[in-house]
C-alpha cells in the first residue's frame, strides 16, 4: 500500500470516527476506575467502567476489558475489547 496523503488523511478520519460515535449514542459517557497492566514485551491489558445514558434513556453500566498484543517496535498489532453488562442483580459492589 502505497501512503498518500489522502489515504492518511482517511485513515485518521477513521480513527477521529470511532470515539465520536460512542459520545454520539452515549453523550455523557465516561471512562472511570481503570487500571493496566502488562506481561512480558507481547501482552498487556486495560481495565475499565463505562458509565453513561444512552440517546433512548437507557442507563449503561458496564464493565471492560481490552486484551493488547503488542509488536518488536511496541505498537499494538491486536486489541481485542470484552463488555460485561452490569445490572446489580445481586453483585457486590465493586472494591
Do not use: N
Request: a negative charge.
Amino acid at each position: 500500500m502505497t501512503v498518500t496523503r489522502d489515504t492518511l488523511a482517511g485513515l485518521l478520519a477513521d480513527v477521529r470516527a470511532g470515539p465520536a460515535s460512542r459520545f454520539e449514542g452515549i453523550p455523557d459517557v465516561h471512562y472511570g476506575d481503570d487500571r493496566h497492566g502488562v506481561c512480558g514485551d507481547e501482552l498487556g491489558v486495560s481495565e475499565w467502567t463505562l458509565t453513561g445514558t444512552s440517546v433512548s434513556g437507557q442507563r449503561l453500566d458496564v464493565r471492560g476489558v481490552d486484551l493488547l498484543e503488542f509488536d518488536a517496535a511496541e505498537k499494538i498489532r491486536r486489541k481485542d475489547s470484552l463488555w460485561k453488562i452490569l445490572d446489580g442483580g445481586g453483585l457486590p459492589p465493586r472494591r
